[in-house]
């Protein structure tokens, strides 16, 4: 029997999201019609022997309750929210749950940091360490970056006939490996040993510095306090995987991961996939997703790489391309989004135009993963990115915006282009 952990962090985390987070916890934003975190739980389902999810985060009950009871009704699969107290950190959190992550004694357990997207291949992941389950106590999914890019990941080095991990940097300041930490791990329950310790000297560390140390003393990072030193004992492994995966860090990254999302909708889920009834309403061009409940008019052209929320209305002659649309935003007649997330219940006037600049992967560069640049580069001006539209912001008809953020409920009255509105 398997379990699973998706981390999920809280509410001082993801603050590169914003404002897209500001009225909806990052984890459940929607990415291809799906909360992000729906995502790793459709890829849970697909191992068999798995019986549990655990969601763990410090976000209140009250913020993820409703989606938990929801897939719960939606998957038979018991799924639970464990709330820490404060942030104990990526491994911290699984040593204070632990007496309910070993209940019924699961073989092993996935651990899946919430703010990735992928291909998740977790059955190969799952048989590369039941094969070595006589040593393995973790292993690390993992991909190739670029050299640059790797510095801010987990990077690793491995034996290249074994693929144990002999050497673990987290975010090194010069160049290690362009191998780098996925944040996907098959876990065995010995690992709560090993955490074990690490809790006990760090407790007794603070009791010598007589309550004067740095941090809680039951922060556990599990990148540099478990996998950095268990790096080079043969219990770390790695599984190298060539199947798209990225990082979710920004609102740019999330218009990324769509269009990844659904073009794995093809092969996994096409029914998801506009085409049938909707095509008939307006013309689709592949890849996109529309909830039901939306009314499109049959003169807009939608795609590709688009995604459009429950009860969404696009007006006749809208044009949409690569852009998210959230539940009940309205698009009025022959208006424009390009590269734009379009925030709940905002309204764009007729005739206008809101584009943004796409942050993709450079094509050229093999390995390239998502930039997830600040908002402001050094000289303080606003780095070219997606159009963002909080939540009920109104755009005027015949205005146009160009790369800017809108916070929400606020009412435009004029163009604006590289500016936040705040
Ligand atoms: N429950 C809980 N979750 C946490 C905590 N701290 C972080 N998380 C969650 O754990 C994940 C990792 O978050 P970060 O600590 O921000 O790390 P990172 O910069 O994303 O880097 C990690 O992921 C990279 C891959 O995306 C790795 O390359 C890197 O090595 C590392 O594991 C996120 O989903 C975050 O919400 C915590 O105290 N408690």
Redesign the pocket.
């Known amino acids: 029997m398997l379990k699973a952990v998706i981390?999920?962090?809280?509410p001082q985390?993801?603050t590169r999201f914003r404002p897209l987070s500001l009225d909806i916890p990052k984890p459940l934003f929607p990415v291809a019609g799906l909360p992000i975190i729906q995502h790793h739980i459709e890829a849970c389902l697909s191992v068999k022997e798995l019986k549990e999810i655990f969601i763990?985060?410090?976000y209140p009950v009250t913020q993820i309750q409703q989606f938990v009871n929801d897939m719960q009704l939606q998957y038979d699969i018991p799924i639970k929210y464990l709330q820490?107290f404060t942030?104990?950190?990526?491994a911290?959190?699984l040593f204070h749950f632990r007496d309910q992550i070993r209940l019924g004694s699961p073989d092993a357990f996935f651990v899946m940091?919430?703010?990735?997207c992928a291909d998740f291949c977790l059955n190969d992941l799952y048989q590369f360490h039941k094969d070595r389950s006589a040593e393995a106590f973790i292993t690390i999914m993992s991909t190739e970056a670029t050299k640059q890019q790797s510095l801010n990941?987990?990077c690793l080095v491995l034996d290249k006939k074994s693929n144990e991990v002999t050497h673990y940097v987290?975010?090194p300041s010069s160049y290690v490996s362009t191998l780098?930490?996925?944040?996907v791990y098959v876990f065995s329950l010995k690992i709560f040993n090993i955490i074990g310790e690490t809790f006990m000297s760090k407790q007794e560390d603070y009791y010598k510095s007589n309550g004067n140390g740095s941090k809680d003393a039951g922060y556990i990072?599990?990148?540099r306090d478990i996998l950095t030193p268990l790096a080079g004992t043969g219990k770390l492994f790695a599984f190298p995987v060539s199947n798209w995966w990225s990082?979710l860090?920004t609102a740019s990254s999330a218009i990324y991961a769509n269009r990844h999302y659904l073009e794995l909708y093809r092969t996994k889920y096409p029914e998801r996939l506009a085409g049938g009834r909707q095509s008939e309403q307006c013309k689709i061009i592949p890849d996109v997703h529309i909830d039901d409940s939306a009314q499109i008019h049959p003169t807009a052209v939608i795609g590709p790489n688009v995604s459009i929320g429950p009860g969404v209305i696009i007006g006749a002659g809208v044009r949409i391309r690569e852009s998210i649309i959230l539940d009940a935003a309205v698009i009025e007649e022959r208006s424009l989004i390009l590269h734009s997330i379009i925030g709940r219940n905002s309204k764009v006037g007729k005739w206008a135009r809101v584009e943004g600049t796409p942050c993709d992967p450079d094509p050229n560069k093999p390995f390239a993963k998502m930039e997830n640049p600040r908002l402001f580069n050094i000289d303080g001006r606003l780095n070219p990115s997606i159009t963002i539209l909080g939540c009920s912001v109104s755009v005027p008809s015949e205005t146009i915006l160009l790369n800017s953020i809108v916070l929400p409920n606020k009412e435009l009255s004029k163009s604006i282009k590289n500016e936040i509105i705040l």
């Open positions: 981390l999920i962090g809280g985390k993801g763990i985060g410090f820490e942030a104990l950190g990526t911290g959190c940091n919430g703010d990735v990941y987990g987290e975010k780098i930490n996925c944040g990072q599990l990148e990082q860090k």
